[in-house]
């Protein structure tokens, strides 16, 4: 199963880009997803994530308030729009599936995707 992310690119400080990863239809509606991302000589970390339904997300501290996530069932697509950017949020950024409800672990995600690269500029 392969997640396809995409949506990555290069902007200035206080830009926004939207991020878009699209799942297959085997898997989508019945697992909750979320973006976690790697900067440079960093560990990976949990951004966000949806339910399944969408009713319920979660954030980390870095990003709420300035990113959102959403999901469009019928698309089998998942979204993370993020504004404000700062230099700071340039990494990698992954989507992954997770069969658990409530899950920030990237060891509870099943399914990844390859990454897609933001980076910010000062």
């Known amino acids: 199963v392969q997640l396809q992310a995409s949506g990555g690119g290069l902007v200035q400080a206080g830009g926004s880009l939207r991020l878009s990863c699209a799942a297959p239809?085997?898997?989508?509606?019945?697992?909750?997803m979320g973006w976690f991302r790697q900067a440079p000589g960093k560990e990976r970390e949990f951004v966000a994530g949806?339910?399944?339904?969408?009713?319920?997300?979660d954030y980390a501290d870095s990003v709420k308030g300035r990113f959102t996530i959403s999901r469009d069932n019928a698309k089998n697509t998942v979204f993370l729009q993020m504004n404000s950017l700062e230099p700071e949020d340039t990494a990698v950024y992954y989507c992954?599936?997770?069969?658990?409800?409530?899950?920030?672990?990237?060891?509870?995600?099943?399914?990844w995707g390859r990454g897609t690269l933001v980076t910010v500029s000062s």
């Open positions: 239809v085997s898997i989508f509606s019945s697992y909750k």
């Open positions: 992954a599936a997770s069969t658990y409800q409530y899950a920030r672990a990237g060891a509870l995600y099943v399914y």
């Open positions: 949806i339910s399944r339904s969408g009713g319920s997300t």
